[in-house]
């Protein structure tokens, strides 16, 4: 059984829109007829989703408040207001234990993770809030403990989880706020730094995007401040 979406009448703002899992939730959003924007740091390539010309692009530092404010005005004075808000910008960066990070590799790991989530919902709440709108932000299934090497990484994504939760308690009734959870994705950045590892039992980013979708959607209409596995078998 598949699922068929339509979200012809929404406008729903992705960030981390020129990477693999952004770009494919771009996708999974204009193929059920959503008006997409998508923002970046960086101008999407030739090889993602946001090359076909149906998703309006807006490049901003997400970690910049007044940037980010500059794209959620955008696109709601373009589009006439917003529906969903996808919180899709992160990053992984580790490999040390805690006595040997420094302090600005900590910081660039949280700022990228977190604060843009933290500062997208910010800006993006008082229109959602008109629209009885959702907001979908990606944390990680590294979030539910502690473990060796990635400190930083893990300590963020669960900031993701417990934001996710503060904004779902204080939007109760108007705007819906949910998480999803992955593990490793199957992404050709992942295969090159992982070569040896089992990638059959990643996931693919198209999955875990329509599962972004169907949570923006009133198939889901009673799930709010949820924390979603979307790891599969990884």
């Known amino acids: 059984m598949h699922a068929e979406f339509d979200c012809s009448d929404d406008v729903v703002l992705v960030t ?11 996708r999974a959003f204009d193929d059920a007829g959503a008006t997409v924007c998508g923002t970046d740091v960086v101008e999407p390539g030739e090889d993602t989703e ?23 005005s955008g696109v709601v004075d373009a589009h006439g207001g917003l529906d ?39 800006f993006a ?3 959602l809030q008109d629209s009885g709108g959702s907001i979908v932000s990606v944390s990680a299934r590294a979030s539910l403990e502690g473990g060796e090497g990635d400190g930083p990484y893990r300590a963020a ?21 949910n998480a999803v959870m992955p593990s490793v994705i199957d992404t050709p950045q992942n295969r090159e730094m992982l070569p040896d590892a089992d990638h059959d039992s990643w996931v693919d980013p198209a999955e875990i995007a329509r599962v ?8 889901t209409p009673p799930t709010s401040g949820g924390a979603i596995p979307v790891y599969g078998e990884a």
């Open 16 to 26: 981390g829109a020129s990477g693999a899992l952004g770009s494919a939730v771009c």
């Open 50 to 72: 946001l090359d076909r010309g149906e998703v309006s692009f807006y490049r901003g530092d997400l970690t910049d408040e007044s940037q980010v404010e500059q794209v959620v």
């Open 84 to 122: 969903a808000l996808c919180n899709v910008a992160g990053m992984w960066q580790g490999g040390d234990p805690i006595e040997e990070t420094d302090a600005e590799t900590f910081e660039t790991v949280f700022d990228v993770n977190l604060k843009t989530m933290f500062l997208a919902s910010k």
């Open 125 to 127: 709440l008082p229109h």
């Open 157 to 177: 994504k669960a900031g993701v989880r417990l934001l996710t939760e503060t904004i779902a308690e204080e939007n109760r009734g108007d705007v819906r706020a």
């Open 212 to 219: 972004v979708l169907a949570l923006c959607t009133d198939a």
